[in-house]
Antibody, heavy 121, light 110 residues
Framework: QVQLLESGGGVVQPGRSLRLSCAAS????????MHWVRQAPGRGLEWVAV????????YYRDSVKGRFTVSRDNSKNTLNLQMNSLRVEDTAVYFC??????????????WGQGTTVTVSS | QSTLTQPPSASGTPGQRVVISCSGN????????AYWYQQLPGAAPKLLIY???QRPSGVPDRFSGSKSGTSASLGISGLRSEDEADYYC???????????FGGGAKVTVL
């Protein structure tokens, strides 16, 4: 079945870096765009970034532009999120989600269970 | 980044119908599809409604979606205890070049 498994979360000091990964299985990874979405403790969902299926296009929310970079390795069925210059306000559970255009442009149809990032001194 | 506007909560007794609204603008819901996600406590979000009113396979027909102008709504009929969850609306925003979510509505079954 379709599965997404995030990893790489942890506790990091402000200004430092962290790299998240999302391992995909059960579908043809190279045929789908992928998203990162985050949820701060006790808060709502916040879209972070999307990457096209072939990696040709990326879009980010304003607050992470220039600090976060989304990438993918279609040969390894893996999605990544490189997070630099982390801020306290980046503390959240980070979910990866599949973009299924059959359900609408870049529709997030399947989600992983999330990995927790805590930015604290 | 702007968000879509949802009421923070909604409630009903078992069997009742609950409706959750989602207000956007011409850049998001007004010109793109609306989507709805259900997030059970401690779980990942689950797609509930896509393209305004379509249900993915496996989602009961008790859940329905609609859209009019710059607003969308989610209806839950025959409310059950297992429907207690947070419900989020979402849409692509042309002006922002990204997805926006509502703040979430917590549904309580009394």
């Amino acid at each position: 079945q379709v599965q997404l498994l995030e990893s790489g979360g942890g506790v990091v000091q402000p200004g430092r870096s962290l790299r998240l990964s999302c391992a995909a299985s059960g579908f043809t990874f190279s045929s789908y765009g992928m998203h990162w979405v985050r949820q701060a403790p006790g808060r709502g969902l916040e879209w972070v970034a999307v990457i096209w299926n072939d990696g040709s296009h990326e879009y980010y929310r304003d607050s992470v532009k220039g600090r976060f970079t989304v990438s993918r390795d279609n040969s390894k069925n893996t999605l990544n999120l490189q997070m630099n210059s982390l801020r306290v306000e980046d503390t959240a559970v980070y979910f990866c989600a599949r973009a299924n255009t059959a359900m609408g442009p870049l529709c997030m149809d399947v989600w992983g269970q999330g990995t927790t990032v805590t930015v604290s001194s | 980044q702007s968000t879509l506007t949802q009421p923070p909560s909604a409630s009903g007794t078992p069997g009742q119908r609950v409706v959750i609204s989602c207000s956007g603008n011409s850049s998001n819901i007004g010109s793109n599809y609306a989507y709805w996600y259900q997030q059970l406590p401690g779980a990942a979000p689950k797609l509930l409604i896509y393209k305004n009113n379509q249900r993915p396979s496996g989602v009961p027909d008790r859940f329905s979606g609609s859209k009019s102008g710059t607003s969308a709504s989610l209806g839950i009929s025959g409310l059950r205890s297992e429907d207690e969850a947070d419900y989020y609306c979402a849409a692509w925003d042309n002006s922002l070049g990204g997805w926006v979510f509502g703040g979430g509505a917590k549904v309580t079954v009394l």
